[in-house]
């Protein structure tokens, strides 16, 4: 598809391109809103994702600003359509039409719903179904099954259409991803309170949402939104392949759920000997395919003339359809287009309340101690300053160098682990436990491997990581809730991150760690840190590089080296795991272009083949690496 390159483009007078009429669709979800321009001959000119929008959640600035930004950054197109989640009325409609005529003036403009464009973009003209299938299209009714963050059943036989549901989370949403999200959230507290097991399901939610124990979830759940738990879903479903038995009940219903409303509305469209085609679409029927197969079956057992089929284009272009039907229409003022059918509390710790040993400990710490060289800090140039700093980073990887037997054996240890089926935790408090987590984050799409196979926890959990948690890290007890709840065994790697060497979350977590079995290991920069024999890690690392330039300020040449020293952990373990080859990163999950452009690089610095046949061989391979090479290889 060709993209119009670059923001603030200007625009056309005329709306067309080299003589041809330009058709805008929108098509505006709870997710996301995508736009795409074509011109007559049904070709996209450009696509554009921005966010999120839904008419009941947005006001009038708001909605004008939202179109105004897609406006910016194409040309001026001679007729649009707008296909919204939330709109139900003619009130709705006009306040699309009204806030589309700021930003595109004086064009023709149709404002629907989103369940209108996804079914339109289901019988579109380029919509790819083979000759008989498509001639059987045009005579069905048809029932979209949408389920992705909400859900929804809408059927148009006709003129005549049909929903069921649609009336948003609180109130309904059956079979949605906020649904399944909720149900997993609910589930595992109920099995917690009557098993007193924290249950595999509920250690895949802790992982995701970055919290360390079950109480957490009570915060989290009071401000997350509608989105935020949907996106808990992901992980229901990931537990369902490992056959988690609540996982399995959660989408046994959520199928059968979707199944009922489907039916529900076909039987308003037709009888039930008539065929009838229900489409598939939204983000959880779309991406899944098991859960897609069960709600087909379920459907095609009560339905014996059901055609189950996936929405295989984007609503967008259902929009751009509606958009090609208001060619002829002349602008009226307003914009004001013909509407369209349908509608426990930590501990705070101080330095009074350590150990005497530990507190001693802690002032003889490198990182509390003053650097002699930064002393005049407050009166330096800036330019001298900016010289003084940068030369005290000079050193790090000299100090890491000197532990570099050490760093091997912790590679070595975490290979292990992850070969056998283990993870690798980092677990650390403020900059140390931000690092850690930041590390964990950029291994599925560096390495793809599965988000729990690298995992990071911070004191605090969640919101620690971008504001303090008073006493967060003072507390080891919440250290060794989350190696709990984690569910950390013996084929297991911990990695304790703490500058001071005596973080007690830290400490909590590595003691707990350790009891189950696991291998520990510490990264500190404090040689005079005091451990007991119950508390004491495998293996300690710990570089030498001395005062911060900013007393006390961990963040600095402590960070430097954290971060240095995670990168060799997770770089040279994944290149022993085989997803390495040369320098290149043959498992990258090309999730967006810039890594489908790498992915293609790859592909043709490993092949020899050009870049055209190393697209359409990733294409084939749903762009996996290894797999394309294979195709390209035989």
């Known amino acids: 598809m060709t993209r119009l390159q670059g923001q603030g483009r200007p625009r056309t007078a005329s709306g067309k391109a080299g003589g041809r009429a330009l058709r805008l669709g929108i098509e505006a979800g709870a997710t996301h809103t995508v736009a795409i321009l ?150 595992v507290v109920y099995y917690y309170d009557r098993d007193r097991r924290w249950p595999s399901l509920g250690r895949r939610l802790l992982r995701a949402l970055q919290l360390n124990e079950p109480n957490e979830l009570i915060g989290w759940v009071q401000s997350a939104s509608k989105s935020d738990i949907a996106r808990l879903a ?107 059918t349908g509608e426990t509390l930590p501990t705070n710790g101080s330095m ?55 760093i091997e054996r912790a590679i070595q240890f975490i290979v292990r682990s992850l070969k056998t089926g283990g993870r690798l935790f980092y677990v650390g408090a403020g900059t140390s436990g931000r690092l850690g987590v930041l590390d964990a984050s950029e291994c599925p799409p560096t390495f793809q491997t599965e988000p729990d196979m690298v995992q990071g926890i911070i004191a605090g959990g969640q919101r620690a990581l971008w504001e303090a948690v008073e006493g967060a890290e003072d507390d080891p007890q919440a250290g060794v809730r989350a190696l709990e709840f984690r569910g950390v065994t013996s084929r297991d790697t911990v990695v304790g991150i703490a500058a001071s060497g005596r973080t007690p979350f830290v400490r909590g977590a590595l003691r707990e760690a350790k009891r189950r079995g696991a291998v520990t290991i510490l990264l500190s920069f404090n040689p005079n840190a005091q451990w007991s024999a119950a508390e004491r890690p495998r293996l300690t690392i710990v570089p030498r590089i001395g005062p911060e330039v900013l007393t006390g300020s961990t963040r600095l040449k402590a960070g430097t080296a954290t971060k240095l020293l995670l990168n060799l952990f997770t770089t040279l373990s994944m290149v022993r795991l085989g997803k390495v080859l040369s320098n290149l990163m043959i498992d990258v999950k090309a999730s967006n272009q810039k890594l489908r452009d790498r992915a293609v690089r790859i592909v043709c610095a490993l092949t020899g083949a050009d870049a055209a046949q190393a697209q359409a061989a990733l294409m084939k391979a749903e762009w996996q690496i290894k797999s394309a090479c294979r195709q390209l290889h035989h």
């Open 38 to 187: 074509a011109d007559d001959a049904d070709r996209a000119l450009a696509r554009i994702a921005t966010g999120p929008a839904n008419i009941r959640l947005l006001d009038e600035r708001a909605l004008r600003r939202h179109f105004q930004e897609i406006a910016r950054r194409l040309p001026k197109p001679t007729a649009l359509a707008i296909g919204m989640a939330g709109a139900r009325t003619e009130t709705d409609r006009a306040r699309i039409r009204a806030a589309a005529g700021v930003a595109w003036p004086g064009v023709p403009c149709l404002a629907t719903n989103d369940l209108e464009t996804a079914l339109q973009a289901a019988s579109a003209p380029r919509h790819r179904l083979d000759a008989e299938t498509a001639a059987l299209v045009q005579k069905r009714p048809r029932v979209l099954v949408l389920s992705g963050t909400g859900s929804c059943c809408f059927g148009r036989a006709g003129k005549r259409t049909v929903k069921v549901g649609g009336w948003g989370h609180i109130l309904g949403d059956k079979g949605s991803g906020y649904e399944i999200g909720l149900r997993g959230l609910k589930a």
């Open 234 to 340: 992901v992980d229901v479903f990931k537990a369902w392949e490992n056959k988690d038995p609540i996982a399995t009940d959660i989408l046994q219903g959520a199928a059968a759920s979707l199944a009922e409303d489907a039916l529900a509305c076909a039987r308003q469209l037709a009888r039930k000997n008539v065929a009838v085609q229900f489409v598939m679409a939204g983000s959880v029927l779309l991406r899944q395919r098991r859960f897609v197969s069960v709600v087909s079956r379920l459907i095609r057992a009560r339905w014996p003339k059901a055609l189950v089929t996936p929405l295989r284009r984007e609503s967008a272009w259902g929009a751009v359809e509606l958009a090609g039907q208001l060619k002829g229409v002349q602008s009226r003022p307003g914009n004001a287009g013909p509407p369209a």
């Open 352 to 406: 009074e309340s350590l150990p005497e040993a530990d507190a001693r400990a802690l002032v003889l710490s490198p990182t509390e101690q003053r650097n002699p060289r930064s002393m005049n800090l407050d009166k330096l140039s800036l330019a001298a300053a900016i010289e003084l700093m940068l030369n005290e980073e000079k050193g790090v990887p000299r100090a890491l160098l000197a532990e570099c037997q050490k």
